[in-house]
């Protein structure tokens, strides 16, 4: 009986330490997240996204890592894909950092189902499949786009970043499309309080956007 | 007292040192062998350990980690590199890497020569995507209508089909999902080119071969038209359209978990209102009208399998009189009544152990029936003595059955072998009824069946090969035939490549000069292709030469007093020409333009030819300009093209003696066209929009410019008069809605899975 109990308690606490996260990945993660927030630069993020990478290859059953080298990697491509023309094709330069993204989440997604915050990420990839040639692939990647929008909502209505999608959505589409940059501003509006509320699971659970939301409300006069 | 200090100051350095030592840089630099590498990432396997490297290819990390461990350095485009090191925990370890290109389907050479490709796969080569099908002024809607401003297709308006460097039209066989189509177009009417019968939108790939194509499709000389139809939709959804020719709606369905989905539409074409407002050559009794419906199912049977079926019918008649050449005051009169129905079945599997299987199957029946006769004033039916063979009546009723199954096997890398077989069938019958009531009533059948086998080598990214070879027999020639095709492809920078092709193609005698007296064999064409091409995201450049050769082309004579029965093989023939072709999507913002050229020159003794000369259906230079240009602002896209061809020459043929002799020729003037479409897009480029909307308007020869294709003659050779469109302005007008339904409103759809 006691041995059994014994057996048990070792059991649960392996369980237990491992569905933990270890110490020295949770410091390597502290050192990294914040600088999504920072990093500004397609070539500063494939970095961060390579950093995360690494992590999540040596971690394979920890999803954040390859949540955040998803993220790191849409963000490098939508960087490319909203400068200059927004109009013009460039599948050819964005469609790689897509196809990347979408490799990493898809791993994230096989760890931790039915997260609001991999679906901020589907949403961010299907827009950017979309810049690689709007003209021919809002269509497709519009309503995809969408529809990945909603599910991160309906899986937390609380999610600040849904509020930063939403918001920038209706502030970079031109107004004969359905933006509006008042509209635009009563989502951040909203986001904020989001934002200030919000409770991350861990010290390595993602919390950005906010910079990047009051960056962008304070374009609208 | 000194030891003890010795002893600590040599502990201390120990204490240093083994500090120092806790760490190793690992440095060096990243290339190709010639340039630097940026971006790569540097990776020590099950550490956190690594880099990424500098625009100088350069990289440098610290690392704790002591042992062996696998350094890494990937980069998309590059084979993974990997090498075993040792980290002793102190010093500089300095790795220099040299990657190997990766040869990818992204990154390859493509095996280009002849073909212009119009999908959205990645994989370049894409010169036209569907929505330039659909959106190029001149094309009317019809696919083959947008594919004729691409170089290498002749401007022929008298007659539908593609006319490909110097071939016919029937020497451009069509194929959906891999399997020959029979009576792609609607049926012939006289001078007045028909159009397909399948609606664009149900194709997202075209590839559009005008030489050179692959040893998987057989039975056409000139050209091959490959049509790939779409896969499930997106979301479920209805459609609305409706236009100055008719209306049409549609329902697609999608079921939850979006691995299978139902589809039909319906639509009703009468072109009475149209032909009300632009007059037309022909007078109609009866104006074209067209019942035609289609449906369709896919289903996923795995990750990557699917099984597509695409069901079609159509239901029209037209009758018309025109003043008739033969006899001043009287009429000419066509009447003719078709049903045509058409499925396809087409799976395509992912089998394991890189093998993939790809088969289809289709069948079309088709049934014309013509009225043809002589009209008076009063639009009675009359017989006039020395013209009474105007008077007939022609029934026909075609069946045929199409299968293919390609077995495809990867090598290494991308390489690819493929290889399988096509079975055609076909059984026509015809019915000729005289005059006088006599009928002559007709049967052909017709198996050919073909083993095929085809690689795709790649060599390096920069060099691959298609090599293959087809081997047919026909039942009905009870001949065999072996064609051998080859294309080879050289990358010479990251954008531009150059190509070559060659390959001997073979097609049966055309079914309509058939039955012979004599034994026949196949036609031949051997082609010889040269290409370079230069894609950019956003430009294209593409230029070939080629030089054609036909042999065994039909002649024809007359049979028991029938006229135009094929007799033998010693036609003969040649083409050879260059062309061009710019798009450019970039320089101009919002601004999309192509521009062609084709320089053909081309005789062929064939038919009833009495000696080799230049067909009438080739002109000399050919040339298009399309231009798109949308503006955000209105949301309209505004689409213009020009389509250009050099005078066509013009014969009349008569018998002479045993033979034929030109009674007579000449040269129609240049054909020019300018077409204009304005296509208003209220729910482009938003996101969150569930209903599309398309306001189309278009214009073909806006200026009002007068076209002549050639001139007929009349039975005695007296008079000629030139043939021209049906009325030289026509004016479309419609509007288009898909409209997206929202899963909680789909519960019908989910019961019927």
């Known amino acids: ?221 | 007292m000194k030891t003890i200090i010795q002893a600590i100051f040599f502990l201390s350095l120990i204490g240093i040192s083994e500090l120092l030592s806790a760490q190793t840089i690992v440095t060096g630099k990243v290339t190709d062998k010639k340039n630097p590498l940026r971006g790569v990432s540097i990776t020590l396997k099950n550490s956190y350990d690594g880099a990424t490297s500098d625009s100088t290819g350069k990289f440098s990390f610290k690392t704790f980690e002591r042992g062996e461990f696998i350094f890494t350095a990937t980069s998309v485009g590059y084979k993974p590199f990997e090498q075993k090191i040792t980290l002793e925990g102190k010093g500089t370890l300095t790795i220099d890497i040299i990657l190997k290109e990766e040869v990818t389907e992204l990154s390859a050479v493509v095996i280009s020569a002849g073909t212009f490709e119009a999908s959205d796969r990645k994989k370049a080569a894409a010169v036209l995507n569907p929505i330039d099908i659909v959106t190029t002024a001149s094309a009317e809607g019809d696919v083959t209508g947008a594919l004729k401003t691409l170089p290498g297709a002749q401007q022929v308006g008298e007659s539908e089909g593609l006319f490909v460097r110097g071939g016919t039209a029937s020497e451009t066989k069509i194929f959906i999902d891999g399997t020959l189509v029979n009576n792609f177009f609607q049926s012939s009417t006289p001078n007045i080119a028909s159009r397909g019968r399948f609606s664009p939108f149900i194709f997202k790939g075209t590839v559009f071969s005008t030489g050179g194509y692959s040893a998987l499709y057989g039975q056409a000389l000139s050209s091959a038209l490959i049509l790939e139809t779409i896969d499930l939709p997106e979301r479920p959804s209805a459609s609305l359209g409706l236009s100055i020719i008719g209306v049409n709606g549609g329902y697609q369905s999608l079921s939850k978990n979006k691995r299978s989905s139902v589809g039909t539409s319906y639509a009703y074409t009468n072109l009475t209102p149209a032909f009300a407002v632009f007059k037309q050559k022909q007078n109609y009794s009866q104006a074209p009208e067209l019942h035609s419906g289609d449906a369709n199912f896919r289903i996923k049977t795995s990750k990557t399998g699917i099984l597509k079926y695409y069901g079609y019918f159509n239901s029209s008649r037209l009758d018309f009189t025109t003043n008739s050449i033969d006899s001043i005051g009287y009429k000419d009169r066509f009447g003719l009544t078709n049903f045509n129905m058409y499925h396809n079945l087409a799976w395509k599997e992912n089998l394991g152990h890189g093998w993939k299987l790809n088969a289809g199957l289709s069948y079309t029946l088709n049934k014309d029936k013509i009225k043809s006769g002589l009209k008076d004033g009063n639009k009675k039916d009359v017989i006039l003595t020395g013209l009474e063979f105007k008077k007939f009546n022609l029934d026909l009723d075609g069946n045929y059955m199409n299968a293919k199954l390609v077995l495809e096997k990867r090598l290494k890398g991308i390489s690819v072998l493929r290889f399988g077989g096509e079975y055609n069938f076909s059984n026509e019958k015809s019915l000729f009824t005289l005059y006088t009531g006599q009928q002559f009533a007709q049967r052909l059948k017709e198996n050919i069946r073909s083993l095929f086998v085809e690689s795709d080598i790649y060599i390096t990214n920069n060099v691959a090969a298609k090599i293959g070879t087809r081997l047919e027999h026909s039942s009905l020639l009870n001949k065999s035939n072996i064609a051998p095709r080859i294309s080879l492809a050289y990358k010479l920078g990251k954008q531009a490549q150059a190509s070559l092709a060659y390959g001997i193609f073979y097609q049966n005698p055309e079914r309509r000069y058939l039955p012979s007296p004599n034994e026949l064999t196949f036609m031949k064409a051997t082609h010889y292709v040269a290409q370079y091409q230069k894609v950019t995201g956003a430009t294209t450049f593409r230029t070939e030469i080629f030089y054609k050769k036909y042999e065994n082309l039909i002649k024809t004579g007359n049979v028991n007093g029938r006229d135009g029965i094929a007799i033998n093989n010693s036609g003969f023939g040649d083409a050879k020409g260059f062309e061009f072709f710019w798009r450019d999507k970039k320089t101009i913002k919002n601004l999309d333009y192509w521009i062609s050229y084709s320089f053909l020159d081309t005789k062929r003794d064939f038919l009833n030819f009495p000696y080799a000369t230049s067909p009438n259906f080739a002109a000399k230079h050919t040339a298009s300009v399309v231009i798109k240009k949308f503006v955000q602002a209105w949301k309209i896209q505004f689409n213009g093209a020009y389509n250009y061809a050099s005078s066509r020459p013009y014969y009349n043929i008569v018998p002479s003696g045993t033979g034929y002799k030109f009674a007579d020729m000449g040269k129609v003037p240049a054909y020019n066209n300018f077409s204009f479409a304005f296509n208003y897009l209220p729910t482009v480029g938003n996101q969150n929009a569930k209903n599309f909307a398309v306001y189309v308007l278009s214009i073909s020869n806006v200026f009002n410019v007068k076209q002549v294709y050639g001139y007929q003659y009349s039975y005695n050779g007296l008079r000629k008069e030139q043939i021209v469109p049906p009325s030289r302005m026509f004016v479309y007008i419609g509007a288009f809605f898909s409209f997206g339904i929202d899963r909680t409103e789909n519960a019908v759809n989910d019961r019927l899975f």
């Not at chain 1, 998803?70 to 790689?96: E, F, H, Y």
């Open chain 1, 1 to 221: 009986m006691k041995k059994t109990i014994i057996i048990l308690t070792v059991m649960f606490a392996a369980n237990f330490s491992f569905a933990q996260m270890p110490e020295k990945f949770v410091k390597a993660m502290e050192a990294l997240v914040p600088a999504v927030d920072t990093t500004h630069s397609v070539d500063g993020l494939s970095e961060l996204a390579n950093a995360f990478e690494r992590i999540a290859n040596a971690e394979t059953n920890q999803w954040l890592p390859f949540y955040y080298a998803a993220l790191c990697n849409v963000s490098a491509g939508t960087m490319i894909g909203a400068g200059g023309d927004m109009m013009a094709a460039k599948g050819d330069k964005t469609d790689p950092y897509a196809d990347k993204a979408d490799a990493l989440l898809a791993k994230a997604e096989a760890l931790m189902k039915d997260n609001s915050e991999i679906f901020i990420v589907k949403k961010q990839i299907a827009t950017l499949r979309m810049l690689g040639d709007p003209m021919n692939r809002y269509m497709t990647y519009g309503p995809e786009a969408a529809a990945a929008l909603e599910e991160a909502k309906k899986l937390n209505p609380d999610n600040p970043r849904t509020f930063l999608l939403e918001g920038s959505d209706k502030f970079y589409t031109p107004e004969q499309f359905g933006g509006s940059k008042e509209e635009a501003k009563k989502i951040f509006e909203e986001g904020i309080k989001k934002y200030e509320s919000f409770k991350p699971e861990s010290s390595i659970h993602p919390t950005w956007g906010l910079p990047q939301l009051k960056y962008i409300m304070g374009q609208i006069q």
